[in-house]
């Protein structure tokens, strides 16, 4: 019961009152301002049964002066502070007295952030849990005493109503959640679950479990449609892996399977967590992350994508981490990933375990470049892996010799570039462990822009999800005219690729790997688009 639908505050009177003064009460709101259900209230709380619903809901042991100065202080309207629950509360026989005030100011605290919430509700959470059914019974019966009242006789009563105020409890948190924005939310419930339960390995406070059946019920809409697009993905990597495509096709796919995941488990966080601390496991949680097991298993035994299936059991033993039963099967399933050699049919995956690269480009002044799983260094530039967004590399064909450059650009903004001189071997090297360490995820960086309905420039090209815009239209502004891939051409060469018009001919661009940033992402991400046949780009994830 809310405290400001509780008849005691309604009626302005406290549990000590006389029958007598509870029934003025009434009388006067129904003369003074026409409240015909005020009878229906004193009664409430004159009947000895009906009355303890009322008492367990309203401050049980608390002061009336204390209460009523506390009530004051919501009425000037705004959200009093949380220091209020500490003034007049501090006995541990009023745990049931302070969970109403935390009740009361989380109500009334509408703007309420996330930090906000999870303290209020593990406050009031540890507040219930210490409640003592025989000093709140005590307490209830004093003031029973003082208003002339049957006292209760024994605590089966009480503990029936503390059971019954639960669920009030716990819609004031569900109402309190509701208010942040979809991120906070759950951020503020895992959060609440991390932190009662020890990150699953302590049994919560029972109010916490309410609410996380309550965000489980609130969540079933999202599984109902996010699981069936995982469960589809699944199969969509599956099909292309059968039918022979190339490996840079299934990596895209499965990097978006394992984001996929990761935003489906985010959801299912506090869930798996507070399950765990009962020493139970999610049950759809445990059935996806089979369907990826298996998914893995079928990578690396039919087709001999070791490092696919490496990356996807990496992914799932971190995601599904609460999944104890799990665990073991995840990490045999590593241990055996890695006994496997690399084979011909995997030769152009990553590896999960490729050795650093050293390469010698200037024997005389011993100079080297090298490269590892983290960054690509020559001489005294570093650039870590993690902070390229950008890529291009190629050759300029000279008299004497073919000089082979690689370029990337950050995050930030800063360029490299790598003169690698007169040596195919070293380009041909870096370049494939560059496609895999970093193209891959530049490539699916790129689809998700376009698929979010974002240009992108290639040069004077601007390109969308559904087709480009030539450079000589790309500065007519609202008259500008946009090809479809369907349109279009596409010719791919060893130093770039070039665009035509179907109809027009004479409406061409071409892109130079080496000048135009991201030119060979986006032929080969075309490639799939013409091979496949598809209207856009981020069909190839289909």
């Known amino acids: 019961m809310n405290v400001f639908d509780n008849p005691f505050y309604t009626l302005g009177v406290s549990t000590r009152s006389k029958k007598a003064d509870i029934l003025s009460a009434a009388e006067d709101l129904e003369l003074l301002h026409d409240d015909s259900a005020a009878r229906d209230r004193a009664n409430s709380i004159i009947n000895p049964v009906t009355r303890l619903e009322a008492e367990i809901s309203w401050f049980?042991?608390?002061?009336?002066?204390?209460?009523?100065?506390?009530?004051?202080?919501?009425?000037?309207?705004?959200?009093?502070?949380?220091?209020a629950a500490e003034s007049f509360l501090q006995e541990s026989k009023l745990a049931c007295a302070r969970v109403t005030v935390l009740a009361a100011l989380l109500c009334c605290h509408?703007?309420?952030?996330a930090p906000v919430c999870v303290r209020?509700?593990?406050?009031?959470?540890?507040?219930?849990?210490?409640?003592?059914?025989?000093?709140?019974?005590?307490?209830?019966?004093?003031?029973?005493r003082a208003a002339g009242i049957a006292v209760v006789e024994d605590t089966d009563r009480v503990k029936a109503a503390v059971g019954s105020y639960a669920e009030y409890l716990a819609s004031v948190g569900k109402l309190a959640l509701d208010r942040l924005p979809t991120d906070d939310l759950m951020a503020a419930v895992t959060e609440l679950v991390e932190v009662t339960t020890k990150e699953g390995k302590d049994i919560a406070p029972?109010?916490?479990y309410k609410l996380v059946d309550i965000y489980e019920i609130e969540t079933q809409a999202f599984f109902y449609t996010a699981t069936p697009?995982?469960?589809?993905?699944?199969?969509?990597?599956?099909?292309?892996?059968?039918?022979?495509?190339?490996?840079?096709?299934?990596?895209?796919?499965?990097?978006?399977?394992?984001q996929m995941t990761r935003q489906w488990d985010a959801v299912a966080q506090p869930i798996q967590m507070a399950m765990e601390s009962k020493g139970l496991e999610h049950e759809a949680?445990?059935?996806?992350?089979?369907?990826?097991?298996?998914?893995?298993?079928?990578?690396?035994?039919?087709?001999?994508?070791v490092e696919l299936a490496q990356r996807i059991i990496a992914a799932i033993s971190h995601i599904f981490a609460e999944l104890f039963t799990a665990a073991a099967a995840f990490q045999k399933d590593m241990e055996v990933l890695r006994s496997f050699a690399p084979s011909d049919s995997q030769a152009e995956a990553t590896e999960a375990s490729t050795p650093d690269y050293t390469a010698t480009l200037e024997p005389a002044a011993k100079k080297q470049i090298q490269m590892t799983q983290d960054y690509i260094r020559?001489?005294?530039?570093?650039?870590?892996?993690?902070?390229?967004?950008?890529?291009?590399?190629?050759?300029?064909?000279?008299?004497?010799?073919?000089?082979?450059?690689?370029?990337?650009?950050?995050?930030?903004?800063?360029?490299?570039?790598?003169?690698?001189?007169?040596?195919?071997?070293?380009?041909?090297?870096?370049?494939?462990?560059?496609?895999e360490l970093v193209g891959v995820r530049l490539?699916?960086?790129?689809?998700?822009?376009?698929?979010?309905?974002?240009?992108?420039?290639?040069?004077?090209?601007?390109?969308?999800?559904?087709?480009?815009?030539?450079?000589?239209?790309?500065?007519?502004?609202?008259?500008?005219?946009?090809?479809?891939?369907?349109?279009?051409?596409?010719?791919?060469?060893?130093?770039?690729?070039?665009?035509?018009?179907?109809?027009?001919?004479?409406?061409?661009?071409?892109?130079?790997?080496l000048i135009v940033q991201d030119a060979l992402l986006l032929e080969t991400l075309l490639s799939m688009v013409f091979k496949q046949g598809l209207h856009r780009i981020s069909d190839v994830l289909l």
């Open 60 to 83: 049980p042991g608390a002061d009336p002066a204390a209460v009523q100065a506390f009530l004051d202080e919501i009425k000037k309207g705004g959200a009093p502070e949380f220091a």
């Open 110 to 113: 509408t703007a309420a952030t």
């Open 120 to 144: 209020y509700l593990r406050e009031m959470a540890d507040c219930y849990e210490n409640i003592d059914l025989e000093s709140l019974l005590s307490s209830i019966n004093t003031d029973r």
């Open 206 to 208: 029972s109010l916490i």
């Open 229 to 258: 697009a995982l469960e589809q993905l699944i199969a969509t990597v599956k099909e292309r892996a059968d039918k022979k495509e190339p490996v840079q096709t299934i990596s895209l796919l499965v990097d978006k399977l394992l």
């Open 285 to 305: 949680s445990l059935d996806l992350a089979s369907e990826l097991r298996n998914l893995s298993v079928d990578l690396c035994n039919d087709h001999g994508y």
């Open 378 to 435: 020559a001489g005294s530039e570093t650039v870590y892996l993690k902070n390229i967004g950008h890529l291009a590399w190629g050759r300029i064909r000279r008299q004497e010799d073919t000089l082979y450059i690689i370029r990337v650009k950050t995050y930030s903004g800063e360029f490299h570039e790598f003169s690698l001189g007169n040596r195919p071997d070293i380009f041909s090297e870096l370049t494939k462990r560059l496609w």
């Open 443 to 513: 490539g699916l960086e790129l689809i998700q822009a376009l698929q979010a309905g974002k240009e992108k420039s290639f040069g004077q090209v601007l390109v969308r999800d559904d087709g480009l815009v030539f450079p000589n239209q790309a500065a007519q502004g609202a008259g500008k005219r946009l090809y479809a891939w369907h349109e279009l051409k596409l010719l791919s060469g060893q130093d770039g690729f070039s665009l035509t018009s179907v109809r027009q001919p004479s409406v061409r661009v071409y892109l130079d790997f």
